[in-house]
């Protein structure tokens, strides 16, 4: 069974930086399709950007792109999420999920992680 | 980009009854919908995809149906464990996008 868990949320003050960990288990992860999901307040759930297996080729919603870049490490089965210039309204969790190639739609969730951005 | 709504935001239910969610796309999604549960402090669980597919594992007391612009999901025979959140979320457009969600709560 396809298993995220992901880590290094916290409380950020707002133009910092974070960085998200994701690791995953349960499949043949150099292949796998792995997106980034938040919940904040404010929009509910907003898909945020993914990367997309062995080319490791990535997508990014509009309101994030240029703040956000996903990457990963095969040899660790890890990916990575990395924004920059906090916002207060990029409050809340966020989570990883694994879609099933050339799918959209989320099989598996992580348990998410909590980003508070203070001012 | 498409708008997802969902109607009601709360829907009251009483235990071994049968609950009835919507979900409205602003425009058409063709069969390329799927729906979530998800409880307090747990991650959204995939129910539905494809408008009226079973994710693995998802008892037959749910089922969705719709095509186009207008969904269903349909919870029958209410138990405990079903009183929870549910989104919709449409992945035939770029950007994919998210219902605002649906409560079902005990009557």
């Known amino acids: 069974e396809v298993h995220l868990v992901e880590s290094g949320g916290g409380l950020i003050e707002a133009g910092g930086s974070l960085r998200l960990s994701c690791i995953v288990s349960g499949l043949t992860f150099r292949n796998a399709w792995v997106s980034w999901v938040r919940q904040t307040p404010e929009k509910g759930l907003e898909w945020i950007g993914r990367i997309k297996g062995a080319g490791a080729t990535t997508d990014y919603a509009a309101p994030v792109k240029g703040r956000l870049s996903i990457s990963k490490d095969d040899l660790k089965s890890t990916v990575y999420l990395q924004m920059s210039s906090l916002k207060i309204e990029d409050t809340g969790v966020y989570y990883c999920?694994?879609?099933?190639?050339?799918?959209?739609?989320?099989?598996?969730w992580g348990q998410g992680t909590l980003v508070t951005v203070s001012s | 980009e498409i708008v997802m709504t969902q109607s009601p935001a709360t829907l009251s239910v009483s235990p071994g009854e049968r609950a009835t969610l919507s979900c409205r796309a602003s425009?058409?999604?063709?069969?390329?919908l799927a729906w979530y549960q998800q409880k307090p402090g747990q991650a959204p669980r995939l129910l539905i995809y494809?408008?009226?597919t079973r994710a693995t594992g998802i008892p037959a007391t749910f089922s969705g149906s719709g095509s186009g612009t207008e969904f269903t999901l349909t919870i029958t025979s209410l138990q405990s464990e079903d009183f929870a959140l549910y989104f919709c979320q449409q992945y035939d457009t770029w950007p994919i996008a998210f219902g605002p969600g649906t409560k079902v709560d005990i009557k």
């Open positions: 999920t694994w879609q099933a190639t050339f799918s959209n739609y989320f099989h598996r």
């Open positions: 494809d408008a009226s």
């Open positions: 425009q058409s999604v063709s069969s390329n």
